[in-house]
């Protein structure tokens, strides 16, 4: 293939952070084969700040999706602000002026709802040409498909691997970057000596949130904090974006041992930085769960709802232990559930002992 055949590339990757953290060596493999392209990328607003980290991608555009969301101009259940629509559309249209020569969707197509709206989004953005994710035959639609099944049936950096393969880039690392600054790493620092964290304590990070579906019982969480707090000397600091504050709160309602809350104060690569000084991580299905097991720091992953095969942290670390139990509706990707038998089924007791093996109490 041509390596001038494509001038001005687009990326689509409108998944969460351990989506794009995974996609990393796919797309250093796409500049090392491009490297006089234009390498742009479209992505959700929670990881701008990661993909402007990473030298080899040139420009960035953002949409603000929620969780459950793919195309945020379209409808699919509330009502779309004017103000939000005009900047979808502005931004849209933006990109059909860029005429670019090859648009990437690094993303399943779950459900053929999920499948339409992303053929919209590329007949507006109109490129040349098109590739990604044929997800049981719902990708159609682009001229480059790359096919996969839903669930998955291998680790999701092997999707992004087949798909910038498929390109003619040639993936001879699997190294994932994830840059902690200087200028993170001392504010971490600064905070954890304000509440009084020194070297020698034993740090352990709690993350509460994550999709609705896939938060662990806070009554859960609190009986493990107990637990430890009895059985060794430590600190636990709640991590948790802006929005999940109020899980913070709840769980300090109803546990006895005093905790450092972080909830919605970090930005990534500060919970990067944090991360790197916990003894243990405990956490749902969620971005900072790739975070811990890329930064190789003992985890305790809750897994419920989502697909074990294709984020399974055990394939990047081998300092992660997984809880995980199939039922028969999962994989499943709804934002809410009022039955979480998935994850109720995971009991307290099961957490308490995968931490004492990683702590060796």
């Not at 990109?95 to 459900?111: E, G, S």
């Not at 053929?119 to 990604?132: F, Q």
């Not at 546990?255 to 930085?273: C, F, H, P, Q, S």
Request: glycine content about 8%; hydrophobic content about 40%; aromatic content about 6%.
């Amino acid at each position: 293939m041509d390596k001038e055949k494509y001038k001005n590339i687009l990326v689509i990757n409108l998944g969460g952070i351990g989506d794009f953290l995974l996609s990393t060596p796919a797309l250093r493999a796409l500049r090392n084969r491009y490297p006089q392209s234009e390498i742009s990328m479209l992505v959700t607003t929670r990881i701008l700040r990661l993909v402007k980290t990473l030298t080899y991608i040139d420009k960035v555009f953002t949409f603000d999706v929620s969780y459950g969301g793919i195309v945020p101009f379209i409808n699919y259940g509330g009502i779309v602000p004017f103000i939000k629509l005009f900047r979808y559309l502005k931004l849209l249209l933006k990109l059909r002026r860029k005429h670019f020569d090859l648009a990437i969707n690094m993303r399943t197509l779950v459900t053929r709802s999920g499948a339409r709206k992303i053929k919209l989004l590329l007949n507006i953005i109109n490129p040349r040409k098109t590739a990604g994710r044929d997800t049981d035959g719902r990708g159609s639609f682009l001229d480059t498909r790359i096919p996969e099944t839903y669930p998955g049936k291998k680790y999701e950096m092997e999707y992004d691997i087949d798909t910038v393969n498929a390109l003619g880039a040639e993936v001879k690392d699997k190294n994932i970057d994830f840059n902690i600054d200087e200028e993170s790493i001392n504010k971490v620092d600064k905070v954890l000596e304000k509440e009084g964290v020194s070297e020698d304590d034993t740090l352990i990070g709690i993350h509460l949130g994550g999709m609705p579906s896939r938060r662990w019982p806070i009554d859960n969480f609190s009986k493990v904090i107990d637990d430890i707090n009895k059985r060794i000397s430590c600190k636990f600091v709640i991590t948790g974006g802006v929005d999940e504050a109020g899980l913070a709160k709840r769980l300090t309602k109803i546990i006895n041992a005093k905790i450092i809350d972080l909830v919605g104060k970090l930005t990534i690569r500060e919970l990067g930085a944090l991360i790197k000084e916990c003894n243990l991580f405990i956490t749902n299905d969620t971005g900072p769960m790739h975070v811990a097991a890329i930064l190789r720091i003992p985890l305790v992953a809750i897994f419920g709802p989502g697909d074990i095969t294709r984020f399974d942290p055990r394939n990047i670390s081998d300092k992660a232990i997984v809880l995980y139990k199939k039922v028969d509706c999962a994989p499943c990707e709804k934002v809410e559930c009022e039955d979480l038998k998935c994850l109720k089924i995971i009991l307290p007791e099961e957490v308490k002992e995968a931490i004492g093996k990683l702590l060796n109490i």
